[in-house]
């Protein structure tokens, strides 16, 4: 595999700014979607693996955008990517506001997480949609491995997989660090994705915003546009 060659460039609009992101490592992942249908997805992202921030690069149309979605603030920040020659540099585009949550229905509150360790390095993931655990949301198996950071970010479509993370996290032994290797999800709908990590590397990136934000209303289509 042709390793990839990472340089970075933070274009800047203040000498001043808010906040600095940090990143010290490339993720990239190979996502199966099994059922019903096949297809293959390599996801790319940055992690910090001291603060936990992720930035998720996507491409739509061939136009490639870097997103940081602050959990602290319920800002997302959006960065332009281009990549020349196998470098890559970033140039902040603008934040969307989500931290108005009055529209936003919690659906799994009252959703049962069942987890189990399977051995040292797998554990099974249940989710009931309620306490008398009849219907399920989805059942997951994750496989772990020994790595210099923590990193169990597990990525289903649900609003809870933090609390997944965390709870997978107390059953592991305190002195290692690990990472997920291999996620299978099969959701009732009757979809199936496995997840696989393809390569980590180590990096070192610095994205700054400005001082005063340009914050835009949420637009998928209109993230994509030069």
């Keep these: 595999m042709k390793k990839l060659i990472l340089f970075f460039l933070a ?3 203040s000498n001043i700014f808010s906040q600095e992101y940090h990143f010290d490592y490339f993720i990239e992942k190979q996502i199966n979607k099994v059922k019903p249908d ?9 992690y910090d693996s001291n ?21 602290n603030t319920n800002l997302r920040h959006c960065f332009k990517v281009r990549r020349d ?11 969307n506001d989500f931290s108005n949550k009055k529209n936003n229905k919690d659906y799994s509150k009252d959703d049962i ?23 399920k949301r989805f059942t997951a198996v994750v496989n772990l491995e020994k790595s210099d950071f923590n990193n169990l970010d597990i990525q289903a479509d649900y609003n809870r997989c933090d609390e997944i993370g965390k709870e997978i996290g107390k059953l592991l032994d305190p002195r290692f660090n690990y990472n ?7 959701y009732s709908s009757g979809y199936i994705f496995e997840t696989t990590i393809s390569r980590i590397q180590k990096v070192d990136l610095s994205l ?19």
């Design 38 to 46: 096949k297809e293959r997805i390599i996801s790319n992202s940055f």
């Design 51 to 71: 603060n936990k921030f992720k930035l998720t690069l996507d491409t739509y149309n061939e136009i490639t955008r870097g997103f940081i979605f602050d959990k």
């Design 113 to 135: 997480l069942e987890i189990k360790r399977i051995d040292s390095l797998q554990y099974s993931i249940i989710v009931f949609k309620n306490e008398k655990r009849k219907r």
């Design 180 to 186: 997920i290797k291999k996620l299978q999800i099969n």
């Design 11 to 13: 274009f800047t609009f």
């Design 85 to 95: 020659n196998g470098s890559v540099s970033f140039q902040y585009v603008h934040t």
């Design 208 to 226: 700054k915003l400005p001082e005063k934000l340009i914050i835009k209303e949420f637009d998928f289509f209109g993230e994509f546009q030069d």
